[in-house]
């Protein structure tokens, strides 16, 4: 029997330090190595025709770019594994994404890297998008494939939504011109009281955890050094971590958050301090997310 590739998929939650996780396994500790880019969002788009279609422009842009003597950013030419010399497969595996290109593509990175990494990893967020339904579907192939590993890391409810919100309040125009502030925008969207899944923590766990093995990550217990958090990765992935990349959400500052390489999406997204009495504001309309959290668990990560 032919051996299966070891997988990790990443599945989010975003704003709470997937960037730090994805280069503390790849980089810190030439754990796993995603291939092309962090969040190539290959599952997403075989989910979603509308996705596909959303995001085709994109892509163009990349397979184009692809191509270009000068282009140094994403593609990492500067790095050891410099996709550019892979045109063909970078088309083959963008022009149209499919379950057959996605397990190809992970399956022939391997190939590339294992005398160095334990696992090919795929850290897009939107695998948090994907449904139960679809997840099922796609398992049983997937599985014939690779050995997966799934990991999900959460932080505070609270401060993740509104540095999702205020990301989105600086990236859309319209939202601007309607909100004077980006905290205006966040109590605004909490008053709403129909919340995207990103803040279904309970719920990721519970449909990832019944097709794969999972494991929840606890951004502020990892990187405090709290409740075994990084012994628990390590024994998850069978793959010892002793190095943690930084996390500019841990400690929290806010806007005062250092300037980490590599780590823009995390520093620049917090347009605003949240006082105590913001925190307050969220906790009274996000509470269920901290109760479900509870009653799953039995414990409080986040008072």
């Known amino acids: ?87 063909d497969e970078i088309l083959e595996t963008f022009e149209k994404p499919t379950l057959e290109t996605y397990i190809k593509y992970y399956t022939r990175h391997y190939q590339r890297v294992k005398h160095e990494y334990s696992y090919v990893s795929d850290f897009s967020n939107s695998n948090a998008i994907l449904s139960l339904d679809f997840l099922q579907k796609i398992a049983p192939e997937l599985k014939k ?31 601007r011109k309607k909100y004077p502030t980006s905290k205006d925008y966040w109590r605004s969207y909490l008053k709403m009281g129909y919340y995207n899944i990103n803040c279904e923590y309970v719920k990721r766990i519970k449909y990832y955890k019944s097709v794969f093995s999972t494991l929840p990550i606890i951004s502020e217990d990892l990187w405090g050094g709290k409740n075994d958090a990084l012994a628990n990765l390590s024994n998850f992935l069978q793959y010892d971590i002793k190095k943690l ?39 009274k ?5 901290y109760d479900q959290w509870y009653n799953e668990f039995g414990t409080t990560p986040w008072g």
């Open 145 to 175: 494939h690779f050995k997966i590993k799934v990991l999900i890391i959460f932080r505070d409810p609270v401060r993740r939504l509104y540095s999702e919100l205020s990301a989105f309040y600086q990236d859309n125009e319209d939202v």
């Open 285 to 289: 309309y996000l509470e269920k997310y």
């Open 1 to 87: 029997m032919k051996a299966r590739t070891p997988l990790i998929i990443g599945a989010g939650t975003g704003w709470s330090a997937t960037s730090p996780l994805w280069i503390t396994l790849q980089r810190s500790n030439k754990c796993a190595h995603v291939g092309f880019q962090k969040e190539d969002h290959l599952l997403y788009h075989v989910y979603s025709d509308d996705a596909w279609q959303w995001r085709k422009p994109r892509y163009e842009r990349i397979l184009k770019d692809s191509t270009s003597p000068n282009w140094e950013y994403e593609w990492g030419r500067r790095r050891k594994y410099a996709f550019h010399k892979n045109v």
């Open 245 to 283: 990349c930084p996390n500019c959400y841990y400690p929290e500052m806010g806007t005062k958050a250092p300037k980490h390489e590599k780590l823009a999406d995390q520093y620049n997204s917090d347009l605003e301090d949240l006082t105590d009495e913001d925190l307050s504001f969220g906790r």
